[in-house]
């Protein structure tokens, strides 16, 4: 039973560039949260998709948006990239409100 | 306030002690409680939920007091291994699904 999958693993953009990360949840879950995670801090929750829409999101700025797919794949988009974005970005699965399993992150350096 | 409150650390152990790890969160909506463990450059892995009635799973103990608003955990006989940084998780369940807030993270370093 494959985990979560994240891709890519690591990611280098400049500033103003716009970024896409994937995430495919472990099977027979159906919400996935994504989250960064700056050096030295706690992952903080970007947002959550149940049933293909955002259910709930965290204090972050429209240029943070994503998608669910029907298959419960989801996608984390990053419009305008500032320095201060580079993170290491976590994606978790969990079936609703249960325990969240995490991915391995995608490290993106923005610079 | 921060919702999730932990203290940074770092713990310096030896082999063998037993440490205590405590956490705070300010939201009394809070309804499910987790410890989990992250090493260096690596995603965080769940070592724990966290009970009322407290639970165990070895060396490893968690428990909740709801009154005080307050989690912590326990571990015995400390392993070159436990070295990691241990987060304090807390799910707020909201009108639509839930919301997960992480502590900042407890560093911990057992010495040989």
């Known amino acids: 039973d494959a985990g979560v999958t994240q891709s890519p693993t690591h990611l280098i953009k400049t500033r103003g560039q716009q970024v896409t990360l994937r995430c495919s949840p472990k099977?027979?879950?159906?919400?996935v949260s994504w989250y960064q995670q700056a050096l030295g801090q706690g992952p903080q929750f970007i947002f959550q998709?149940?049933?293909?829409?955002?259910?709930q999101r965290g204090n972050f700025p429209d240029r943070f948006s994503g998608h669910q797919f029907p298959n419960y794949s989801s996608e984390l988009n990053v419009n305008a990239l500032l320095l201060g974005d580079s993170a290491l970005y976590l994606c978790a699965s969990s079936l609703d409100a249960d325990t969240q399993y995490f991915g391995p992150g995608t490290r993106l350096t923005v610079l | 306030r921060k919702e999730v409150e932990q203290d940074p650390g770092p713990f310096n152990v030896p082999e063998g002690a037993t440490v205590a790890f405590n956490c705070t969160y300010s939201n009394s909506a809070s309804q499910s409680f987790f410890w989990y463990r992250q090493d260096c450059r690596k995603e965080p892995k769940l070592l724990m939920s966290?009970?009322?009635s407290g639970n165990e799973d070895g060396r490893f103990t968690a428990q909740l007091n709801r009154a005080s608003q307050y989690i912590s955990l326990l571990i015995r006989d400390s392993k070159l291994s436990d070295s990691a940084t241990y987060l304090c998780?807390?799910?707020?369940?909201?009108?639509?699904?839930?919301?997960?807030?992480f502590g900042a993270g407890t560093r911990l370093f057992v010495k040989a």
């Open positions: 966290v009970y009322s």
């Open positions: 099977s027979g879950h159906d919400t």
């Open positions: 998780v807390v799910n707020f369940v909201m009108a639509g699904g839930f919301k997960t807030i």
């Open positions: 998709y149940y049933e293909e829409e955002e259910r």
